[in-house]
């Protein structure tokens, strides 16, 4: 039997009847608490994509992104407003710090890092209690007390992880980020626990605008192997996000070399984030996969 696809519009006729019913804490997700068998709870993750999120410089659409995020979060959180959904996320005397990647060939983008930063500020929060940054978070006051956070980096095949994911991206909040490097940096979820960050982080978004599906070395990059995909993942589960992520890189990977070639080293820790540290969901059938917009050449 081929397996549904739920649409924006069948989303929509639910949320309806029960207004922000996904404001829900990520916690909820994973605990799986008290459901039954008929009522297993799934981790919502939503795919949108633009055709003309990228301009012809190939520099994101601001105004387009911008419309994205705001479409993925009211559809994640089951609203209508933008703003309202965000006000369910951060609080007003929360201290939010974005955490970014500034990786030189694939960075997270202004484009997406102004567009969260403009809802945290509509969610009422002031200025000078929002901080975006990457390998300075253990030095930036603002992450330092950081109340919330919000995650945002582009995915990317990586030399020792795998897939440069949205788990990944809090490897900068450790002492010594190379100490996590072993064995295909299989325990990265741990971070989040040790850190004190699982609990803090209230959505992650995965940058799917020009992913790196291919590469060798450990700072390998080359425009044969990047496309434009023009899309967003958003979730507040990082591991159902990241296996998502991970399913369209497989299938560029498949589209490309004609055959099914799986990436060197394997990203284990995605799958290893719900098996051993609990972070959240991998399995795609206990994912909510909601895709919007765009679908030429979706590949998922």
Not at 41 to 64: W, Y
Not at 99 to 117: D, G, R
Not at 251 to 267: D, I, S, V
């Amino acid at each position: 039997m081929k397996k549904r696809i739920i649409t924006r519009r069948d989303f929509l006729k639910v949320a309806a009847l029960t207004p922000l019913a996904g404001a829900v804490p990520f916690s909820v997700y994973s605990n799986q608490a008290k459901v039954t068998k008929k009522e297993i709870l799934k981790s919502r993750v939503v795919l949108i994509r633009d055709k003309d999120a990228l301009m012809a410089s190939g520099s994101p659409n601001q105004e387009i992104i911008q419309k994205m995020l705001d479409e993925a979060v009211t559809t994640l959180l089951g609203g209508n407003d933008p703003v309202a959904c965000w006000k369910t996320l951060i609080k007003p005397n929360d201290i939010v710090g974005i955490k970014s990647n500034v990786w030189s060939y694939i960075p997270t983008t202004k484009e997406v890092e102004q567009a969260i930063w403009r809802r945290v500020r509509d969610a009422g929060v002031p200025e000078n209690n929002i901080g975006i940054d990457d390998r300075g978070v253990r030095r930036n006051p603002v992450f330092q007390n950081a109340t919330a956070l919000i995650n945002a980096r582009p995915a990317r095949t990586h030399h020792w992880s795998g897939m440069g994911s949205c788990i990944k991206n809090y490897i900068t909040f450790v002492p010594r980020p190379s100490a996590h490097h072993g064995n295909s940096c299989a325990d990265l979820a741990k971070i989040w626990t040790d850190y004190n960050l699982k609990d803090k982080t209230k959505l992650n978004i995965l940058v799917m605008l020009t992913p790196l599906f291919h590469g060798i070395g450990p700072h390998h990059y080359s425009q044969k192997y990047v496309w434009d995909y023009k899309g967003l993942i958003v979730g507040t589960d990082p591991v159902a996000v990241d296996a998502t992520g991970l399913r369209v890189l497989e299938a560029k990977r498949r589209e490309f070399f004609g055959e099914e070639r799986g990436l060197q080293p394997p990203a284990k820790h995605i799958l290893l984030a719900d098996t051993r540290h609990h972070l959240g969901t991998s399995d795609p059938e206990k994912i909510e996969l909601i895709k919007l917009g765009w679908e030429e050449s979706r590949l998922i």
